[in-house]
């Protein structure tokens, strides 16, 4: 059990000071991880400034930002031995490290990379292990379930009022390739028209996608 | 902070590193399984993210369904020291992926520093196969994301129930499996074809009101196409976990034996979560073989007989085109070292509805909704018995068949969490099962439950409740 701990606690101390070197190498090589992680770049945008605030918007996943490795790990054995150990611990324990996980939780949340099926089994679980069962938990499972709905909808509300102007450009191609396919009489280099139809298509796509 | 601040904090610093990574060197790894990196690697692996090390070969860019690349001036998203985040990995047009819009497909990974192991999961979600049910009209079972791929579609909760499962999670507060702790690819699902098809359909608006519906039933490539952008960028798996419930769990199923051969993985396990592809010969009996009206529809509507049967069957010499149940058979002597599992609820109204709702006319038009789920629930039972009888003759693919849990029609076993899919009768959890196919050795276990009462007698599962409203 010590060589687990003595080893545990070797591995988050590399990894914490790798990553800070590594990180602060990376500050001074490329400004641009400095502009995405910056607190700045999750302000909103000017033209969502008028916009009521909501939960933070969390980044999105494609964006390269440095990632606090050391950080997420420690979470995830921070939770695990939580929900481990949460029927031993003292009721006041409990509340107080389940409080610590939520705020740390909220925060990587913000930060990205945490699918929602992970926070909501998470914030389920903090639930379980805090609230006796009955009518105070059933709210709180309540106003969470409301939470995750009404961001759900929000979010994709957002999404639906932008569309691709270059989607929207090639379903116009897509239908003009279709007819034209479809009206052949036909189908050169001997292939099939469905398999004809298929690469004509992905030429289309292939065309309009910066590649 | 002044950069000769900084300078001098890290010298200070880089002494206790180096300790910390000499002790690493003397203590054994608090867990290790085959895969695993030593601790001392790990270290390394965040400074250095290790590479490919089993990239697509010139022949695999070749021949039916190749092996094809992002363009080198791509840019897929990707990090490759983005590790415990879920990235979007975009795959280009040249690919041959697509959604079934004709949006850009994606999917997501989540790699970890520590271990070469990788769970690849497939995302279920229904099917479809007319303008109805692609073009998601309601009253009619459709298929998953008929708009595409958002980028942050893993940070959203609606509408996939597989994005809550054990399988997809590093913690779960109450359901704990090893690969929780490998490296994580999430496939999602927009094709509507289970992962399977290859074909453009344009299906026509029966009301004649819409114009036709143009979709991508390009399962098939796109499979290869997240198979060939793993190969080319992230290490070959030691141990690889390939998964999914429902179409998934179909997808993990049909893809299994080409995703096997080109990830090569030392070790390799298959767990079908309530996909199943039963016995249904071409022309035989519709009382024996109730699956014969889905499986000729879905041939036609998704080109399986043009292309993706024929490939299939090219790597399994078992695998008969005409009956597309003897993927099971065909599988396991193939791949005879792998561990193989199938699992479903007997009393699953999803599947099965989607199997034989809209082809029997007496289940269409049942009078009432008792007698319709009676109906189904009888075609499934004589499916759902042949596969089971199936499944114990074949000792390296496990077969288990719980009865009901009040959650998605008892649909997926997987889901939420491994509880309630209990075979009371043996005194067996669903974990058993898992833990046969993951761990285990000899037979993978096979076990099937007989009657339902002791299911339906629980008290009701709030979790579920809540869980089943959101989704």
């Given at each position: ?82 929900f481990a150990n949460a029927a031993q611990m003292t009721a006041e ?119 | ?21 000499a002790a690493l060197l003397v203590a054994p790894p608090a867990q ?160 509507g074809d289970v992962y399977s098809g290859d074909k453009v359909a ?270």
């Amino acid at each position: 059990m010590r060589r687990r701990v003595f080893t545990v606690a070797a591995v988050m101390l590399s990894a914490a000071v790798l990553s800070w070197l590594l990180r602060s190498e990376e500050s001074s090589q490329d400004s641009r991880s400095v502009a995405v992680d910056s607190p700045a770049d999750t302000s909103p945008r000017p033209e969502t400034r008028s916009d009521p605030p909501a939960r933070a918007e969390p980044k999105n996943f494609a964006a390269r930002t440095p990632v606090d490795v050391d950080t997420r790990a420690q979470f995830n054995e921070q939770a695990s031995a939580f929900f481990a150990n949460a029927a031993q611990m003292t009721a006041e324990d409990r509340l107080h490290e389940a409080r610590q996980l939520e705020q740390e939780l909220t925060r990587l949340e913000q930060a990205g990379g945490l699918s929602a099926g992970e926070t909501l089994l998470m914030r389920v679980g903090l639930i379980r292990e805090t609230v006796p069962a009955g009518a105070q938990q059933d709210a709180q499972l309540q106003a969470l379930q409301e939470r995750y709905r009404a961001e759900t909808q929000r979010r994709v509300a957002t999404a639906q009022a932008r569309p691709d102007p270059q989607f929207g450009y090639y379903k116009v191609r897509e239908s003009e390739i279709v007819n034209e396919v479809m009206a052949m009489e036909t189908i050169p280099d001997g292939l099939s028209r469905d398999e004809y139809l298929r690469r004509r298509l992905q030429s289309a796509r292939e065309q309009l996608t910066p590649q | 902070m002044d950069r000769q601040v900084i300078t001098f904090i890290r010298s200070l610093f880089q002494p206790v590193a180096l300790l910390s990574v000499a002790a690493l060197l003397v203590a054994p790894p608090a867990q290790s399984e085959e895969g695993d990196y030593s601790a001392w690697q790990t270290v390394v692996n965040l400074v250095s993210p290790p590479g490919p090390d089993n990239r697509v070969t010139a022949a695999q860019r070749q021949g039916p369904y190749p092996l094809l690349a992002n363009p080198s001036s791509f840019d897929d998203g990707f990090s490759p020291g983005g590790y415990y985040q879920w990235q979007t990995v975009k795959l280009a047009p040249s690919t041959g992926a697509v959604c079934g819009n004709g949006s850009q497909y994606k999917f997501f990974v989540n790699r970890v520093p520590n271990t070469r192991n990788t769970i690849i999961y497939m995302e279920g979600g229904g099917a479809c196969w007319d303008y109805g049910s692609c073009s998601g009209q309601s009253g009619i079972r459709g298929a998953r994301n008929p708009n595409g791929i958002p980028d942050d579609y893993m940070s959203l909760l609606n509408p996939s129930t597989s994005l809550v499962s054990p399988f997809v999670v590093r913690v779960h507060p109450w359901t704990s499996v090893k690969t929780q702790n490998w490296n994580m690819v999430y496939v999602p699902y927009c094709t509507g074809d289970v992962y399977s098809g290859d074909k453009v359909a344009v299906y026509s608006d029966p009301s004649g009101q819409n114009a036709p519906l143009i979709w991508h039933h390009n399962g098939a490539r796109n499979t290869r196409a997240v198979v060939a952008w793993l190969k080319d960028h992230l290490p070959r798996p030691t141990q690889m976990l390939s998964t999914g419930c429902s179409a998934g769990g179909t997808g993990s199923f049909n893809s299994y034996a080409h995703v096997r051969r080109d990830m090569a993985p030392t070790r390799g396990f298959l767990i079908n979560d309530s996909g199943p592809t039963f016995d249904a010969p071409a022309g035989a009996d519709l009382a024996l073989y109730p699956s014969r009206l889905l499986h000729t529809q879905i041939r036609s509507a998704w080109g399986l007989d043009q292309g993706p049967l024929p490939y299939l069957a090219g790597e399994l010499p078992g695998f008969d085109g005409n009956d597309l149940g003897t993927l099971y058979g065909a599988l396991s002597a193939r791949r005879p070292g792998d561990r193989l599992g199938h699992t479903h609820f007997w009393q699953d109204l999803n599947y099965s509805a989607y199997s034989y709702e809209r082809f029997f006319p007496e289940i269409a038009n049942a009078p009432n909704q008792a007698t319709k789920e009676a109906l189904i629930h009888a075609k499934w039972a004589v499916d759902t018995a042949r596969l089971n009888q199936k499944l114990q003759a074949l000792p390296n693919f496990g077969g288990y068949f719980p009865q009901y849990r009040a959650l998605n029609e008892s649909h997926c076993t997987t889901i939420v969490d491994f509880n309630n899919g209990d075979i009371q009768e043996r005194s067996l959890q669903l974990s058993h099962f898992i833990n046969s196919v993951l761990n285990g050795q000899g037979a993978v276990l096979d076990a099937s439950e007989t009657s339902d009462a002791a299911d339906r007698a629980k008290p009701p599962n709030l979790i579920y409740q809540l869980i089943e409203s959101l989704l």
